[in-house]
Every structure is written in structure tokens, then in C-alpha cells.
């Protein structure tokens, strides 16, 4: 039935003089997300609207699935094409689009209609009187409110005559590609897959760094994170993963520090590598799942000392959000089912009953010097040993 979309976008209307290279990057990333859909699309863009034709037979739900993944897109419309064979043909199809669409006939409506052909013979108030006439006709239940109608039905003539009333809402933002790249620190969990969703949405290209215990967790629970990673890059493009080996240092910080410390130096060693990889691969900054007060780990003191080992900003858009609130995200975004699948990571392995909730910089400086004569030899081979991981869809 619909062989056109309309792409409206919100933000990157407003962006001046980058408007062209906000609207091209959207282009792009719907052209990606169209390459995963059956059947054969054109995407174009005239005058400030973005078009989808469809070529060829494809898959309706598919298509809509993947083009809600495009940052920056902010509502897809759906739309039934015809040929200009004069007006009353234009009023039968718009009768049998509105009959089709809504099997109850008791809302109040609005035509309106933009003629992007000049030469059309009748001007856009004319067509909006003429056609509301002829819906009340053949349904007389109908009302006509032209402040706040239930159902928008939108007429645009061009070449061919479009008409459409719905709007499927997308992630809304900007598009991948227009705000740099991020360096998301990814684990299994539920909070840093929507860290990186909330990031793209933003316009933000994502790398990630996962850090691995192996024998301590187990290639499922990799595989996890990798599949975590895909399911991010249903958003943001690619996601080159980079696969960390923690075990020796997280060993090192277990025999060599006091154990409730334990998670608050292993976090400012994970903050310390992954800033490393960032600066290597162009990353303008951190991107974690945090979220104030959620564990020992995340109260505002302990935040504060992880934060100290880094120079570049660290970003973390969980931050105000309650746990239900991620939950919901996650939901939403389709990782909720993979986040919550029950294998070990890293921290829960060596976490201590009572972790510090209040660390103490100077304290805790003073006891990552007991790991002075190895750390630096660890980190260096955990560099030199990662494996990279291309996480796409
Ligand atoms: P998540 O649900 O994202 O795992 P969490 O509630 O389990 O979060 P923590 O385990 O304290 O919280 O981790 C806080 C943040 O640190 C995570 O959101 C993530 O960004 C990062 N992180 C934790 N463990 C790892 C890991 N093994 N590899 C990469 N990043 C990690
Ligand atoms: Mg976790």
C-alpha cells in the first residue's frame, strides 16, 4: 500500500549553514539502515524534506523496524503514492486511503494540503476545501476541526500526488557522524548498552572497550557483550570492540590491595585503558553506564576518584536516571533481553561484601602504589593483546 516515506527530522533543521552536511550524514545512515531491508529503496532529498521511494516489493514491518533505528530521524511517514489523472480521481483515492486507514469514522479531521507543483490547477486551500467536502460526504460522521483535528491528512502534489496522516516516531537526535566518536566502556550489564544509545542518538560515532577475565568469565559471557555490541550498532554504525584481557591486572589489585578498595582501583585501571585506546583511535571522550548512588562504586565520592585518573571527559548520560528508568530504555532499544542473560562479568567475581562507598583519593593512591613494580608491564601487555572485534548488524 505505501510506496513512499516521508523522513521528518527535528533538530538539524535549525543548524544553519551545516544544514547540508546534517542532512547528508542523515542520507547516509538511512541508506544503511535500508540496506539490512528487503527489496530496493531511492533516498532522496529535495527542498529541506527527505524522501524515501520503494522501488521494488519489500517488507513493511522490516523496513519501519530498522529506519526507527536512525539517529536523527524524528518521525517516519508512511505514504500512499498516485498519479495525477485530475481531481476527482485525487478525491477517490483519498475516500479509499481514509476508509482503509481508519475502520471508525468518528474523529475530527483537517486537509492539508502542499503543492510543490505550481502548475497544479487548483491552489492548496482550494484542494483542502474540496476534499474535506467530499470525506464529510461520503462519511458523514466525520467532523472537520482545523485547530486540533484527531487525524492530519496531508496532501503533496509533485509530480506524482502523496498522501499521508501518520507518524511513526523515530529515535529522534542527530544523525551518527555529525558529533565525533566516543569510546563507550561496554560491559554485559543493562546500563552501558543505553550509555551508547543515549550517546549516538546525539550524533556521536561509538568504539567500545570491553574488559575480559578470562578464566573467570567465560567466552558466553564475551559473546554477550559482543552481541550487546551488534545490537548498539543497530544505532550508531559499526562498533569497533576492543576485547581487553583484565585478568593479571585484576589478580595483581586483588593480591595487592585491600579488597573492599578492589572495584574502586579496578575501575580507575579500566578508566585508565580505555582513555589510552581512545586517544589512539580519535576518540574525543568517555561514554559508561553509571548512574549516581546505584552501587558502591557510583556514589559521588567514589565517581570522583574513578574520574581523577582521566584527562579526556567522561560522559554519562545514565547519570540522573533511576534503574527502572534504564530498564525502560533498554526495553526500548531491544537490549534488555541480552543484558539480562545470567553470565558472570568481571566485577561481580571479585567484588567485596562491603565495598567502599566514600574512597578516599589519597588512600587509594596510596595503595595503587603497592602495584607499582607490575602495573605498568600489565597494562602495556593488556594494550598489546587486545582483540578487536568489528560489531556490526
Ligand atoms: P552495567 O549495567 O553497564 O554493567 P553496572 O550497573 O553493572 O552497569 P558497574 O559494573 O559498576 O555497573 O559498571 C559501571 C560502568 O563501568 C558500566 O556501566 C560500564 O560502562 C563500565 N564497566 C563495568 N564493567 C566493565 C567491563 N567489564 N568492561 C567494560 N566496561 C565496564
Ligand atoms: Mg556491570
Redesign the pocket.
Known amino acids: 500500500m505505501y510506496k513512499a516515506f516521508l523522513i521528518k527530522y527535528a533538530e538539524i533543521g535549525v543548524k544553519g549553514k551545516n544544514r547540508e552536511l546534517f542532512e547528508e550524514a542523515l542520507v547516509k545512515q538511512i541508506k544503511y539502515a535500508l540496506k539490512r531491508c528487503e527489496g530496493s529503496f531511492s533516498v532522496r532529498r529535495t527542498r529541506g524534506r527527505i524522501y524515501i521511494d520503494v522501488l521494488s516489493e519489500y517488507d513493511y514491518g522490516e523496513t519501519i523496524g530498522n529506519l526507527k533505528t536512525v539517529c536523527g530521524i524524528s518521525a517516519i511517514c508512511p505514504m500512499v503514492q498516485t498519479q495525477d489523472k485530475g481531481f476527482d480521481s485525487l478525491c477517490q483515492t483519498v475516500t479509499d486511503y481514509v476508509d482503509g486507514q481508519y475502520p471508525k469514522k468518528s474523529f475530527s479531521f483537517k486537509v492539508q494540503t502542499r503543492r510543490a507543483r505550481k502548475n497544479y490547477p487548483m491552489d492548496s486551500m482550494e484542494v483542502n476545501a474540496a476534499v474535506g467536502e467530499k470525506l464529510l460526504e461520503k462519511f458523514p460522521q466525520l467532523c472537520v476541526d482545523v485547530h486540533k483535528p484527531d487525524v492530519m491528512i496531508h496532501i503533496e502534489i509533485r509530480e506524482n500526488i502523496y498522501i499521508y496522516s501518520t507518524e511513526i516516531p523515530g529515535p529522534g537526535g542527530m544523525p551518527v557522524g555529525t558529533n565525533g566518536k566516543a569510546m563507550?566502556?561496554?560491559?554485559?550489564?543493562?546500563?552501558?548498552?543505553?550509555?551508547g544509545y543515549m550517546v549516538a542518538k546525539r550524533g556521536v560515532k561509538i568504539d567500545?572497550?570491553?574488559?575480559?577475565?578470562p578464566p573467570y568469565?567465560g567466552e558466553r559471557a564475551k559473546q554477550k557483550?559482543v552481541d550487546l555490541a551488534r545490537l548498539v550498532a543497530r544505532y550508531s554504525g559499526p562498533v569497533y570492540l576492543h576485547v581487553?584481557n583484565?585478568t593479571d591486572i585484576q589478580l595483581a589489585i586483588y593480591d595487592k590491595c585491600p579488597r573492599e578498595e578492589l572495584?574502586i582501583i579496578m575501575?580507575r585501571y579500566?578508566m585508565r585503558i580505555?582513555q589510552e585506546i581512545a586517544q589512539k583511535t580519535g576518540c574525543l571522550g568517555l561514554?559508561?553506564?553509571?548512574?549516581i548512588g546505584?552501587?558502591a562504586?557510583?556514589t559521588m565520592q567514589s565517581l570522583a576518584v574513578t574520574n581523577e585518573v582521566c584527562t579526556m571527559p567522561v560522559f554519562r548520560p545514565?547519570i540522573g536516571l533511576d534503574?527502572q528508568e534504564?530498564v525502560e530504555l533498554s526495553e526500548k532499544i531491544g537490549t534488555y533481553e541480552t543484558?539480562i542473560l545470567p553470565f558472570e562479568?568481571?566485577?561481580?567475581i571479585f567484588v567485596a561484601k562491603h565495598p567502599v562507598t566514600k574512597p578516599n583519593l589519597q588512600v587509594i593512591k596510596r595503595h595503587e602504589e603497592n602495584l607499582q613494580d607490575c602495573i605498568e608491564e600489565m597494562v602495556q601487555k593488556a594494550l598489546e593483546t587486545e582483540e578487536l572485534i568489528i560489531a556490526d548488524v
Open positions: 563507550l566502556l561496554l560491559s554485559g550489564g543493562i546500563d552501558s548498552p543505553v550509555a567500545a572497550v570491553y574488559f575480559h577475565a568469565t557483550v581487553i583484565f572495584t575501575r579500566m580505555a561514554v559508561t553506564g553509571e548512574s546505584q552501587v562504586s557510583q545514565c534503574k534504564i543484558s562479568d568481571c566485577c561481580t
